[in-house]
């Protein structure tokens, strides 16, 4: 079982991301929109967005169907507020306070990977009606595995959040009751100038929170040195890569 980081500090890095959020979250926006393209609603249904953050699948599916009836959960209020979405709830994906059999369609971009996934995969099952469909996009094993690499060179401590294996999210799906999963692994590769690039947009997003076990202290000058060296060598034409290595579940409730 991969260890998830502290919800309190989870919840206080994305609230004071809300406001700058949308103006570094390109990738975040690109995962969102092709999570929306691959699922599919009917005329006014009833749909939750689970970890809706700054409201981004929201929108998407209101701007193609206006007659959806969505439901934003987010744990930030910040994000709550910064979504400007009419129903919009302050609350946890793993303990969401709402009616069994409601919802349709089930959407979370970006979410899971700071859940508890069998957690998050119960409370889905148990809001959805049956037959309900639940379209969910996170992260798995290889995201950010350059800066894994880079900081290997200098201790054996988490410097990068453990994601879950693409095919355990799979069983944990399975074991929570759904049928008809489906996975899709598309790895989305971004590229920055330097490494501070990178972590820079990492902080701004709130998303660099870590389970233990943690190094304290900052980093010295010649650890520093030993990152940026080893980070430099995976170089590219376009730049120094980082990898998200996404996943795209689909499941339908019985």
């Not at 989305?188 to 304290?216: E, F, M, Y």
């Not at 080893?230 to 376009?238: K, S, V």
Request: proline letters at 5%; a positive charge.
């Amino acid at each position: 079982m991969t260890a998830q980081p502290c919800k309190a500090r989870v919840r206080a890095a994305f609230a004071g991301a809300a406001q700058r959020y949308d103006s570094v979250g390109d990738v975040q926006a690109q995962i969102a929109a092709r999570l929306v393209e691959h699922a599919h609603t009917f005329r006014g249904a009833c749909v939750l967005d689970a970890g809706s953050g700054t409201g981004y699948v929201s929108h998407r599916l209101l701007d193609a169907d206006p007659t959806l009836a969505i439901c934003a959960v987010d744990h930030a209020h910040a994000m709550c507020a910064r979504s400007a979405l009419p129903r919009t709830i302050c609350a946890d994906i793993e303990q969401l306070p709402l009616t069994p059999c409601v919802f349709d369609a089930y959407y979370s971009s970006l979410a899971w990977q700071w859940a508890t996934p069998q957690l998050a995969a119960k409370e889905a099952l148990r809001v959805l009606k049956p037959g309900g469909t639940l379209a969910v996009a996170t992260l798995s094993t290889n995201t950010f595995r350059e800066l894994k690499f880079a900081f290997s060179t200098i201790d054996d401590h988490a410097h990068v959040l453990n994601f879950y294996a693409a095919e355990n999210y799979c069983s944990t799906l399975a074991s929570a009751g759904f049928g008809n999963i489906r996975l899709e692994c598309v790895p989305l590769k971004v590229h920055a100038p330097d490494l501070h690039t990178h972590l820079s947009r990492i902080r701004t997003l709130g998303a660099n929170q870590l389970s233990a076990p943690r190094r304290r202290g900052l980093l010295g000058r010649h650890a520093w040195a030993k990152v940026l060296a080893a980070y430099e060598t995976l170089r590219e034409d376009q730049g120094l890569p980082l990898t998200y290595d996404v996943i795209y579940l689909f499941a339908t409730k019985p």
